[in-house]
């Protein structure tokens, strides 16, 4: 299992935007348009760590099914050949 360096890196995205959440509460008016960056930038973080997670499981398990295919393939033909 993959150990994390620093956790409050992890952590970093999701505060980012409960932060603007909680900034675009506690602002009035024309104001509140200013935590939207911050806000785009934490959902950003959060989704291309999702995405980037996704891809990588599902390569393993292409990887998975295509060693395990070749693996029964050379058998058969192994056992068959005996």
Same mark, same amino acid.
Do not use: D, W
């Given at each position: @299992?993959?150990?994390? *360096?620093?956790? %409050? !890196?992890? !952590?970093?995205?999701?505060?980012?935007?409960?932060?603007? !959440?909680? *900034?675009? /509460?506690? =602002?009035? *008016?024309?104001?509140?348009?200013?935590?939207?960056?911050? &806000?785009? $930038?934490?959902?950003?973080? /959060?989704? #291309?760590? #999702?995405?980037?997670?996704?891809?990588?499981? =599902? @390569?393993? %398990? /292409? /990887?998975? +099914?295509?060693?395990?295919? +070749? $693996? &029964?393939?050379?058998?058969?033909?192994?056992?068959?050949?005996?």
């Amino acid at each position: @299992m993959k150990r994390f *360096g620093n956790p %409050l !890196i992890s !952590i970093a995205a999701p505060l980012l935007i409960i932060l603007a !959440i909680l *900034g675009f /509460v506690h =602002r009035e *008016g024309s104001e509140k348009f200013q935590v939207i960056p911050a &806000f785009f $930038v934490g959902s950003g973080l /959060v989704l #291309t760590g #999702t995405v980037r997670r996704l891809r990588r499981r =599902r @390569m393993l %398990l /292409v /990887v998975f +099914f295509l060693c395990f295919f +070749f $693996v &029964f393939v050379f058998f058969f033909f192994f056992f068959l050949y005996l």
